[in-house]
Structure formats: structure tokens, C-alpha cells
């Protein structure tokens, strides 16, 4: 078990992804990891190093994914025996070349009015995700960006919270349940706002397996009930012409990036995924 | 205006959140900000280059934060004109020689059944913070890894999804209100949960603003009222002797990394932030 730590002088968040999505790479290795957050502030530089040099006399060199600005204490943990890929400020040093202009390395990049109008956005938009979550209110539909159907369990709830949380959309999801088949369309309520509709759809075999989670030997759950679900879900996605996706091999992240794509919300001001 | 580009073989968040944390250093600059997803599989290389060449010859040239594993779309990136950021292969490159192991650059990393276990815990989680928002429901409430207590429009309601969503917790948030003072302790529901409550409180000025924004010109907007509230909270976590924290100049991931930090949650085994 090779030792690593995620170290930031901020929240962390930014060296644990790519940190994890670098080491992600290496499949045959195993890794103890640590995250270390806002070091130089509340946590002291000092108990960090002789962490690490407990943890390099014990073998291999641990590894730190370093989003540190400091360039002093980015040289106390290579000091201490540690392996430090430093994340950030080696393309600090590549933009401030680009850019012609010095970076300011201040701290807390969120004070501010800009981000009390972020603040707002990104508030709003949790609300209106609980609220219309799994079809609870029909209210002020018309104000969605998206609407995602599908039926139960094909991962709606954790897609739309990732959307409103992330870009400050207003998301609301919508089950597709036995009550809206055999019509030929949308459910009543989302049919209006066809347009704005995202369709989720999975593998009857996973659908199955995460039904089972919930209810355990149920008819709900059964591989019978689940392959005719889909099938009558992607029939009606096909027939409504509405964009859908398998979310059965893709994780939250991965739909939400597909939906934004596909629904053409990229490019509109919104907020930005903040690190 | 200099044209950013966030381009990525898989959703491109990693490339957005770290570039945009780059950029922010840089204040006096003016960027105008694309994000191309899926670059490769979905998204067509040549009509990539094409954009960036369109791009460079109106001026100066585009900058690209790349994270791209293969190396013969990058050197057509640069040879587009852009400068090209390298968020990921030269760290994979340190990390090859100090494993001393060839990285597996294969992609989707969220398949098989480790996810699976992943996506119920998130699932599960998100879900939770659902029906605990806003203190709705007291059920389960020993479950919780934590429960954030606050006035209301501190922030717990963002706060509580991001654990969810991104660490798998169980997180409840409960308001204070009027009714819960002038009685000594924490409200009935969560006091026997103390161990596990952590408080959110802002200043005055910035919790009138947002309570503005949502009721303006209202009592429960007024200086007095949000000056009034604060004070009780704060009297109440000392009193009770719960952590607690200003959200007035923190983002919901800098919150975030607190809690964790602050309830030790960081080093249970929990879901890793994905990229």
C-alpha cells in the first residue's frame, strides 16, 4: 500500500478528483489516501511534514497531489521525503507566461457580490430540484430547464441534484409509472414541456439489481417487470422524439456532462463548477 | 477577451474546475469560456481544430486545458495554434516513473460492481438529504453522519446536498426558528443527536440580503430580525457546545471540506469525489 495525500491550501476538493482520476490509472497498485485541506492555515505545516516523514521511513516515498500556492511550503513537503506533484502552480507559472501578467495568489476566491448572485442561483436551484423531485409539483414547471423522465430508479434524483448543485439549472424529474402506459405520449403534466424533456433509461438486469436494493424479491424488482419498464420507457423516448440516455455503465458526472450537451446548455451564463 | 477552451476526452468537469481555478488568479484578465466534452467519441476532433484555428487567427491564441489522454490529439490541438495546458498526461508521465508502472489509459472508470455499491450509497444519500431538508421529517434521524442546524437561509439546504451527493453522508438539516428560543438547548428533535450537529451562522448584513432576495422589505428580511437570530444561534452553539461556521464568505465547498474536516468524516470509507 503506497501512501498518499491529497494537500491543499484551500478546500482539497480540486486535488482529491484529479488526484484520484490520475491514480485511477494505475489499477494494479493499491493506495492508502489522506486528504489534508487548508494547510498553512488551519492545519499546521509542521504536523503535516512529520506526517510524511513517519510515513516515508516506512518504504516507498508517499505521493502528495499538491494544490498549494506557497512555494515555500510546497519545498517542506518534497523536503520531508515526499513525492510532490504539484497541480497548480506549475501552470500558473505556463499562464503567467502566456498571459504576460502575474498571478494573485490571494486567497478565497469567493467573496463578493458575483457570488452572492452565484449564491442565489445555485440556492434556488436545489429548492426547485427538492420540490420537483420524482413529480412532486407541477408548479412552475414551464420554468424548467430540464425535466427528466424515466422510471423508477434509473438514477434521476442524483442526475438532477448534480445539474442544480453544479450549474445552478432548475431540474425537475418525473417518473414514468404503469399509470402512464398505454397512452401514447408524455405523462399530462410534463407533455407541454416536451421540449425541455430528457429521457433516462438503463439495462433491465442493473434496473433489477438497484430495484432489489430497495425492495428485495418484489414484483417491482423482478427482471420480468424491469425488461418491460425499459422497453415501454425507450418506445415512448422514441415515439415523443425526446433525446435519452443509459445511465446503466455512466456515472452522475457523466450524464449530467451529456445532458448539458445535449440539451444545449452549455453555453448559456450559468454558474461555473467552482473547485 | 481571450477565448478559453475546457476540452476533455470524458466530461470535461476536471478541466473546467481546475482551469477556472487557474484563471481566477488572474483578475485583471478577461476570458471568454467554451467547454467541448467527449472530445474524440462524441465530439470530432477535426471540427475541434477547426475552432481553434477560427479562434487564433482573430488574435491571440486560444489557451486549451486539456485533459486528453491520447497524445496525437493533443499535438493536433497544438498544432491548431492553441496553447495547450496539459491538466493530465505529464502527471501521468512523474507518476509512471515514480510507480514504476505503465498507466492504463483506458476509458470510463465507473463501470462493474464496486460502482454499483457507490451508486446506492449516493443514491441513498441524496435521498435522505431529500427527505430530511428543512428539518421534514424527524424519522431515522440516528442514521444522520450529521445534522446541520441553522437559522433560516444560512445555507444548510446546498450544503447538505453536496455532502450527500459527493461524500455518500446521511445529512439532515433542521432550521432554528423563533419557536425553538427561548428555551436552552437545541430543538427537541435533534438534542438527543447533539454529538453529531453542526451549526452554520453568516453575519447579519449578508443573511438580511438573502433573506431579501427571497421575501423583500419583509420583518423576516429586517436588519433587526436577522441581527437578532444570529445572536441567538451563536449564543446557542456555545452554549450547547456544537462546531459551527459562517457561510458569509465561504462557498458551499469550502463549507463542505469544514464539516468533514471539523466531524472527522474525512477518513471513514466513504465515496471519493469523482472527476
Known amino acids: 500500500m503506497r501512501a498518499v495525500f491529497f494537500v491543499s491550501d ?10 484520484s482520476a490520475l491514480l485511477a490509472n494505475f ?3 493499491r493506495f492508502e489516501r ?38 515555500g511550503i510546497r519545498r517542506r513537503l518534497a523536503d520531508a521525503g515526499a513525492v510532490v506533484i504539484d497541480l497548480l502552480a506549475g ?11 502575474t498571478a494573485e495568489t490571494r486567497a478565497g476566491q469567493y467573496h463578493g457580490l458575483g457570488d452572492l448572485e452565484q449564491y442565489f442561483r445555485r440556492m434556488r436551484a436545489v429548492e426547485f430540484a427538492i420540490e ?21 430508479r434509473c438514477g434521476k434524483t442524483p442526475t438532477t441534484m448534480y445539474l442544480a448543485l453544479h450549474y445552478g439549472l432548475l431540474v425537475a424529474n418525473y417518473p414514468l409509472t404503469d399509470d402512464d402506459f398505454p397512452t401514447d405520449g408524455l405523462p399530462r403534466i410534463v407533455a407541454p414541456h416536451a421540449d425541455r424533456c430528457f429521457g433516462l433509461t438503463t439495462t433491465a438486469l442493473r434496473l433489477s439489481q438497484v430495484r432489489h436494493e430497495r ?3 418484489s414484483t417491482y424488482a423482478s427482471l420480468a417487470q424491469c425488461t418491460l419498464e425499459i422497453r415501454r420507457a425507450e418506445d415512448l423516448y422514441r415515439r415523443t422524439r425526446i433525446p435519452f440516455l443509459s445511465s446503466a455503465t455512466r456515472s452522475v458526472e457523466e450524464m449530467s456532462a451529456v445532458i448539458l ?3 444545449n446548455l452549455r453555453d448559456r451564463p450559468r454558474e461555473r463548477p467552482t473547485p
Chains 1, 2 share one sequence.
Not at 484551500?10 to 488526484?19: D, M, R, V, W
Not at 513517519?54 to 502528495?64: K, L, Q, W
Open 27 to 29: 489499477p494494479g497498485a
Open 215 to 217: 425492495r428485495p424479491q
Open 10 to 19: 484551500s478546500t482539497g476538493i480540486t486535488a482529491e478528483t484529479l488526484g
Open 91 to 101: 501552470h500558473l507559472t505556463e499562464l503567467e507566461a502566456e498571459l504576460g501578467a
Open 261 to 263: 450537451q445535449s440539451m
Open 34 to 71: 489522506h486528504t489534508i485541506p487548508f494547510l498553512g492555515s488551519v492545519t499546521s505545516v509542521d504536523a503535516v511534514v512529520a506526517r510524511l516523514r513517519r510515513s516515508a521511513t516506512d518504504g516507498d516515498a508517499p505521493i502528495v497531489f499538491a494544490t498549494v500556492k506557497d512555494a
Open 132 to 152: 420537483h423531485d420524482d413529480g412532486q409539483s407541477g408548479r412552475d414547471l414551464a420554468s424548467a430547464d430540464v425535466i427528466i423522465v424515466a422510471p423508477s
